[in-house]
């Protein structure tokens, strides 16, 4: 009788024993940012995810719990459909932000790219990353004319109907996915893929401008996205919940969500359940006035972008400081002291799309507070030190192949800034002998070049190509902008090398100007060398005006447009 109980009680408790596989370990999950999503549906549902002004004219509003049972209906459809990697041609709107997460929960690789492209060059990524969906923003479906006719597209209208007549093709997918789910199990996102097969597997591809050569595909891991995610929460302040005052992060979306995957953004945001605000352009007006009505806390913009965004006349101290990640291309000293009087505080951080976007940051110390205001922003202009989940940054001996020699921390001796740790990219696609360069020596290259001073922050004087030498002297481009731009009547400046009989090379400037400034060339030479205490060869000594400077999607300068224009190639973009 004993032993028949004993049979009995072991056959009940198999009904309660969780099989696992061999190699389970209950002290490790594989690292994928997609969980974010089906994480913060499950502890605030009502919490809003999304606002956004949609292409029909309307404002949306989804919560956490519409924000992922759309991604997970989207997630089925491309499951089911047996997609394997999709891409995204698309603005900054909910349907980008969906298929972030809907693509990796289909068990898809997502590949988001500039519709600011020429037509040329978007078909080359989606042919050379094989794509076989393509979700595309109605107003941008005219630049896959001629496109392979194999691959599938998924056209959103960014609308505020999501069923029934007037819902587009997205909208229907997502219906079906969801219909899909609910007749088969309803398993919900247990179903789909909240973690990848392995972290150090793709979750993306991530691809470069292509300014002097064909794009690059920057591949993402989830195991490096998911720790990009988590440093950007830390060093820019995302996890600011307040429960007395309600407060949550409201991320403003003027950086490109298809820019090195929105610097990881769309995940960090989700991570700490804030809301996104989605927008389809920059307009600066309405941005001010997101900024005054809606309580914007973060969003992240070039310094070009901050640069217009202060001088634009809806521009007003807001009541609360508003935290900027400044990136891109370096900032000047003045940009800071202009946004602070704004209350938009810079968080000042360095990176490339092959570091997942950010990578350094120039942490503020408050000890600066008792500097001199100039002296404080200049601080405040460095590029500083590794990220919390990076190696710390290095500066190193340019051209010397794979020897890695770093140079002295003095603030004077140039490098190359070089990276390492769990934030540098896998490599480049399909592309194993620029996968090699990039990472010649053990390390991950910039091609940036800069100073590092004796406290370990590095300071970015320019890329190798930007540095102008005349007559035996290296002058910074980015130095004498952040010079020039100090005068009054100047709003942006771009500098680049022109030949010279006499020095090899000079420096000539492409200026815009404040409005309603009237300001000549002879002035602001007079002012380069009279009033700006530059060193007398780094003075331009031609000084052109244009009503706008050419701009990657980030707002970079384009240097390699304005080396055109200087050959009186005026029609180069």
Not at 9 to 28: D, E, T
Not at 162 to 174: H, T, W
Not at 469 to 491: A, K, T, W
């Amino acid at each position: 009788m004993a032993s028949q109980a004993k049979g009995r009680l072991a056959q009940l408790a198999q009904h309660f024993h969780i099989s696992a596989p061999a190699n389970h370990q209950v002290n490790r999950a594989e690292l994928s940012p997609t969980y974010f999503l089906p994480r913060a549906a499950t502890i605030q549902p009502n919490a809003e995810a999304i606002v956004h002004l949609t292409a029909n004219g309307k404002t949306l509003r989804r919560s956490y719990a519409e924000f992922a049972d759309r991604s997970r209906g989207l997630a089925y459809y491309i499951k089911n459909k047996g997609y394997k990697r999709v891409g995204i041609l698309a603005p900054n709107t909910p349907a980008f932000l969906e298929s972030i997460y809907g693509i990796s929960a289909g068990g898809a690789l997502q590949v988001g790219i500039n519709y600011r492209l020429k037509p040329v060059d978007i078909h080359y990524i989606f042919d050379h990353a094989e794509v076989d969906c393509i979700i595309v923003d109605r107003e941008y479906v005219h630049l896959l004319d001629g496109f392979n006719p194999k691959v599938d597209l998924l056209i959103d209208d960014d609308t505020d109907y999501v069923e029934g007549a007037l819902a587009g093709p997205f909208d229907n997918a997502i219906l079906e996915g969801l219909k899909w789910d609910s007749e088969n199990g309803a398993k919900g996102w247990e179903g789909l893929q909240m973690e990848a097969g392995h972290e150090d597997d793709l979750i993306g591809l991530a691809y470069t401008s292509g300014t002097t050569a064909r794009p690059k595909g920057v591949e993402f891991t989830h195991r490096g996205a998911y720790l990009a995610t988590l440093s950007n929460v830390i060093e820019s302040g995302l996890n600011m919940q307040n429960i007395l005052s309600r407060k949550r992060a409201k991320y403003l979306s003027i950086l490109p969500f298809f820019h090195a995957a929105g610097w990881c953004f769309p995940w960090s945001v989700v991570s700490v359940r804030g809301t996104h605000y989605c927008l389809r352009k920059i307009d600066y007006d309405y941005i001010w006035h997101l900024l005054h009505t809606e309580g914007i806390t973060h969003f992240n913009a070039a310094p070009t972008v901050n640069t217009l965004l202060c001088a634009n006349k809806s521009a007003k101290k807001l009541p609360e400081p508003v935290r900027v990640t400044v990136a891109a291309s370096p900032p000047t000293a003045k940009l800071f002291e202009d946004m602070i009087g704004l209350n938009l505080f810079p968080v000042h951080v360095y990176g490339l799309t092959e570091t997942y976007g950010p990578i350094t940051k120039g942490y503020f110390l408050p000890d600066w507070l008792d500097l001199p205001p100039a002296e404080m922003y200049r601080l405040m202009a460095r590029q500083g030190h590794g990220f919390i989940a990076s190696k710390m940054v290095r500066v190193i001996k340019p051209d010397l192949g794979d020897t890695v020699i770093d140079v002295k921390k003095n603030g004077q001796e140039i490098g190359e800034i070089v990276f390492t740790g769990n934030i540098c990219s896998k490599g480049y696609h399909k592309d194993p002998e620029a996968t090699a360069k990039l990472f010649a020596g053990g390390v991950l290259h910039s091609g940036d070049l800069a100073v590092w001073h004796e406290d370990g922050a590095i300071q970015i004087l320019d890329r190798a190509k930007d540095i102008i030498i005349s007559g035996g002297e290296n002058i910074s481009s980015v130095s004498l902008e952040g010079i020039m731009v100090r005068h009054p009547d100047i709003l942006e400046v771009g500098v680049v090398g022109v030949a010279d009989s006499h020095f090899g090379e000079r420096p000539k400037a492409y200026v815009t100007v404040q409005e309603g400034a009237s300001v000549d060339e002879k002035e602001i030479i007079r002012w380069c060398k009279q009033d700006s205490g530059m060193a007398g060869f780094m003075v331009p000594r031609e000084v052109e005006f244009v009503k706008e400077l050419p701009k990657t999607e980030t707002g970079k300068i384009k240097k390699n447009v304005l080396r055109e224009w200087a050959r009186g190639n005026t029609e180069a973009r």
